[in-house]
């Protein structure tokens, strides 16, 4: 089962755009990244993997985790790479790292989507994706970046079918300073961002 289900983390140095004042933020973006790693790291039924164009992510990984450097692409580009660069699975899902206190349970539901379509998505608010989950290979129509306005407006104008692009519930991404207010300090999880956000 673990081979067939894959949760990669990607990290791109957008990571640290909602470093807050006063806060490195390179460290911040290792921080959010270590988050989203554990978060997935600790699922069951799934093989965990880091996708990263940002170096050094090798440090935040149980031994055995894949760690697969890509280059630092944007939209479309950086989904299709990602998705590529995956060293195994049939069904994926491509979790951004800026959301590091994301429920568990909602990766859940996105593979519990792939049961009746190709591509689905957890929309972020404000705009984007927070995670896009697919069966493999990645399909070539799915043109959409998980910082587009849309994405799901744009992979259901862009799929063959009706039905083919699915969605689980949505979450939030911490994209700039102001964000920092959407973590939820009665969440479980997210300690390496709550530990360097508090000290």
């Known amino acids: 089962m673990t081979e067939d289900r894959v949760v990669a983390v990607l990290v ?10 006063g806060v490195d933020a390179a460290t911040f973006l290792t ?10 790291a600790g699922l069951d039924f799934v093989s965990p993997v880091v996708v990263s164009s940002v170096p050094g992510m090798e440090e935040i990984v149980w031994p055995g985790t894949p760690v697969v450097r890509i280059p630092d692409l944007s939209g479309v580009a950086l989904v299709q790479a990602a998705f590529a660069a995956l060293p195994h699975g049939e069904q994926a899902v491509l979790l951004s790292a800026d959301a590091p206190d994301l429920p568990p349970l909602l990766i859940g539901k996105l593979f519990r989507e792939l049961g009746r379509a190709r591509i689905a998505v957890c929309p972020a608010a404000g705009g984007g994706a927070v995670a896009l ?5 990645y399909p070539a129509w799915a043109e959409a970046g998980l910082d587009d306005p849309d994405p799901v407006t744009a992979l259901r104008a862009s799929a063959p079918g009706r039905r083919m692009v699915a969605t689980g519930p949505g979450w939030h991404r911490l994209r700039t300073p102001a964000d920092i207010g959407l973590l939820d300090p009665g969440l479980e999880g997210w300690d390496n961002t709550r530990a360097l956000l508090s000290a």
């Open 31 to 40: 921080a959010v990244a270590e988050d989203a790693y554990e978060l997935v």
């Open 133 to 137: 989950a697919a069966h493999l290979p």
């Open 12 to 21: 791109t140095p957008s990571a640290a755009d909602a470093a807050p004042p």
